[in-house]
């Protein structure tokens, strides 16, 4: 099965990348990846998930890929939720939204803060309203320190990833060259304008504001944990899941926070059967 390129609209009329997967009459499914990543880290569970029926478009966040850089350098995350918000409501039924990281701070934002449904129910990928902060600085670390100076090749930046995620390295060029782009000078650089970096305290700045949204959300949730994850740890999990007993939720061994990539088949299962659930 392949993909249609589309074109959306975000806040702003700002042009956004994305892929359609499947029959765009069936019930809608929306993926919405973390900061630092693109589209394509979605392409095997939306492969799956249109296979089995789905209509599922996954986009590309301002700043990232091949969606349009804010002209103004701005990627707060009030933006990026504006910008869900829109794609949300260019469907002509309420999709359920998968959100990693960036994403599933969006789809908070976006549907907490909004009073018409958005969404027929949200997914959260290792991400809650409160995280540990030290995890989180670590991560936005690990981006920053390797922004500027990029990679003399493929094979040195997936020596790079191995060495910060402690993994033994997987050299995959193809789906590498997907997070990175060739600068004129010969190196590869992360597919993301360097001014989104800016979002470093803004998540974790504001937990209250995200508390506040996820109790405002009358929707069936699914939290999505990575058992080894230093930005979702068991207690912060815990404090969503008294914020919000009534969510589901799945904890992925031997899976850190991005649980897409270590362990893809066992959260699209866990997608797919809380889907299934719905009424």
Do not use: C
């Not at 959306?8 to 009329?13: D, Q, S």
């Amino acid at each position: 099965m392949n993909a249609r390129v589309l074109e959306l609209r975000g806040a702003g009329a700002l042009s956004l990348a994305a892929e359609a997967w499947g029959d765009p009459a069936r019930p809608p499914v929306l993926l919405s990846h973390g900061g630092g990543q693109t589209r394509h880290s979605w392409r095997d569970t939306a492969r799956i998930l249109a296979a089995r029926g789905w209509y599922v478009v996954n986009y590309d966040h301002r700043g990232h890929g091949e969606s349009a850089w804010s002209a103004d350098g701005d990627y707060s995350l009030e933006l990026h939720a504006a910008d869900q918000r829109a794609v949300a409501r260019s469907f002509a039924t309420p999709p359920i939204v998968v959100g990693a990281s960036l994403g599933g701070l969006s789809a908070l934002l976006a549907q907490g803060e909004w009073d018409e449904p958005l969404y027929r129910a949200i997914v959260l990928v290792d991400i809650t309203p409160r995280m540990n902060e030290a995890g989180a600085r670590e991560i936005m670390d690990f981006m920053e320190g390797t922004a500027r100076e990029g990679f003399a090749s493929l094979d040195e930046a997936a020596q790079v990833i191995a060495g910060y995620t402690g993994r033994e390295k997987r050299v995959n060029a193809a789906g590498l060259a997907k997070n990175l782009r060739l600068g004129d000078d010969g190196r590869y650089y992360w597919h993301w304008d360097p001014n989104i970096l800016s979002l470093r305290g803004d998540a974790t700045g504001q937990p209250d504001r995200l508390e506040d949204a996820t109790r405002n959300i009358d929707l069936p949730m699914l939290l999505v944990r990575g058992r080894e994850s230093n930005v979702v740890t068991e207690e912060t999990a815990r404090l969503f899941l008294q914020l919000r007993p009534d969510a589901a939720y799945v904890d992925v061994a031997d899976a850190r926070h991005m649980v897409v990539g270590d362990r893809n088949e066992i959260f699209t299962r866990a997608v797919i059967e809380f889907i299934d659930s719905l009424d």
